[in-house]
């Protein structure tokens, strides 16, 4: 006996996507899009990093280079510190000419640069032409500015008089400016060789030769913009009513911004304090725009891609560990599943490999939240602790400890500020600001993937003595524990035996036989009669009653078909904006295959093991490959609808999508043909019919 559900899925997506001679461009437009979609899906994730990640670190820093060099050209980059004087109170040294020109040149071109990198985002210039603007544009910005540092750090004296106060060593310091330069000149580098690495991409064909961007990821470059836009223009302001040096304003302004507030730089004057309400606000809104995108970027493609991959490799593993006689099957290093390969009838063996798949599903899942929470919390660590480092030497005139610089940075990531330490070097306000800046991804990642993880744990755990406690659940404490207890061992081998359960309650044991089936195919066969019963009335199963009896049964099966077509369709729109998305139960997913397998003829063979022979890799991919191009559909292979880029709702959709239009195309040809020549759909109400009477049978049976 065949399986209902048998038809592959592969064969029924090939059907329902094969065009007619009407609608053949439309319909080969929708296979070259999945086929895109598929290998996106699929490819490495350096082709992620390289189409996606690399133009968006460069739309967020590019910005943040341009506005350090707009501070390295606003102030002299020496400063002459008297005798008994300290920094804060030195004369400035006018700069040679020479540098003031080529830090206007950097300048100018990191701007160009930016524009052409912000018109390609926006699909206003193309990719061949933007990017090598873009690359030249920051490489040329970066060696320009590198030129005038080492010309400055060659010699403390340079192009100084030596009757001049500030010809000595001693009397002599740069100021945050040269700081900001430096600064400026590696993220314009960076930025260069990361939009390399897209464009090379581009020329070897990994991806299309443009930027594959969301909104939320697009307006980020703009967002950055206005967001430093506005920290400069703010300093200036303040630092003409306050009458600071601007870059201790820029500091003030970063300081203010991120909500920091150490204290070292406050409003003094009646103006500047009316000025702090409006200013301090619109920079926080725009700060959480940035936060935001920044979030939605991390969220929509780098966790699916990562996901996409971790899954695959799972999947692999799973699926090789099974031979040799073997009857169990490695989810992972602590999670085992047992299954038994001797069945007769295919869908015992499809719901092991779709419970299987699952399990591939949730562990992959899991396992992503956890790294990636890893590698966030080493990203912060590595963040806390270098910039440490980098405080106790640039502090060193004030004596800071190591230690003493841990809790001064400490106090700044988390905006608690008690200001008791504050950088006073030129160099450390430069590098506070950058420093600070890079703290807003980093946590903000941070705070993403600990809400996955230990909040969501956190929140688990206080449900749960909650229902210990004051707030006992209907089961009682008695049941609490217990599901504590399952859940805690619920990764042991013995806790996942697929043998145990399966449609209709059948003992999925050694040797089933033929009743096994029958049974089998009753069972889901009624399943599925009960939900297509759901969207009938009384009326309508009467008349289709009467229809039974007077022997016109295919008319009406194939209207009630398009019915249920229509109606499932409208019915899964309600899952379609599910957050997370929804997972649909094994009987759901045996019920819209039925649904979709309208036109195929292949069937799976009855007594297959539960991982094809297809699937174990041999020694070499390139053998795979020649020997297994089409293998047989799978729960287990890469064409399964659990994975991909879309969610199981739009799977079905677009399935379900499909078949309608194809049998609204069928149905203006039925006029036409003869009996034999019609299709009879894939369901029917004599399902619903037959098993009416059997529920029936049921009830009135002692």
Known sequence: MSDPIDEPIKQAAEELD????DDKGQHAGRRDSGDLEDRDYTNPNRYWFESTACPLIAGTFGPMASAFSICALSSSWRVYIPPGGTVNNGTTIDD?????????????????????????????LRFSIAQPITIVGFTVSSGLLIADIIALSISHNYQLPSSSPAYTAAHHALTSAFYYAIMAAGIYLIIALLMCLTVYGAWKGHYARQFNLTTSQRTLMLQTMSFFTYLLLGALVFSHIEEWEYLDAVYWADVTLLTVGLGDYSPTKHTARSLFFPYAIGGIVILGLVVGSIRSLVLERGQKKISARMMEKKRLRAVNSVGNGKQRMRISRFQTIKFVESYTHAAQRREQEFKAMRRVQECAERDRKWVALAVSTTAAFVLWLAG??????????QHWTYFQTMYFTYTCLLTIGYGDFTPTSNSSKAFFVLWSLLAVPTLTILISDMGDTVVQ????????????TVLPSEQGIRSAMRNAWDSLTATHPSHHKHHDAHPGGVSQTEGANADDSAAQHMSMTDRI????????????????????QHGETLERDIHFYNFLLARETQRMMKDLNASPPKRYEWGEWEYFLKLMANDADAYDINGEKIVPEELRLPETREEWKRKHVDHRWSWLSRASPLMGNKSETEWILERLGACLEKELRESRLLPYRTREEKRRPPVSMGDMIRRGRKKQQEDDSP
């Open 18 to 21: 094969s065009p007619s001679p």
């Open 96 to 124: 040679p000419k020479w540098l003031l020109a080529i830090n206007a040149i950097s300048l100018a071109l990191a701007l160009i640069a930016n524009g052409s990198l912000l018109l390609n985002m926006a699909h206003r």
């Open 529 to 548: 009669a009960d939900r297509m019963a759901k969207h009938l009335e009384a009326e309508e199963l009467e008349d289709a009653l009467a229809a039974e």
């Open 457 to 468: 744990l956190f929140s688990n755990f206080t449900v749960w003595i909650g229902s210990l």
């Open 388 to 397: 440490s480092a980098i405080f106790h030497v640039a502090e060193r005139e």
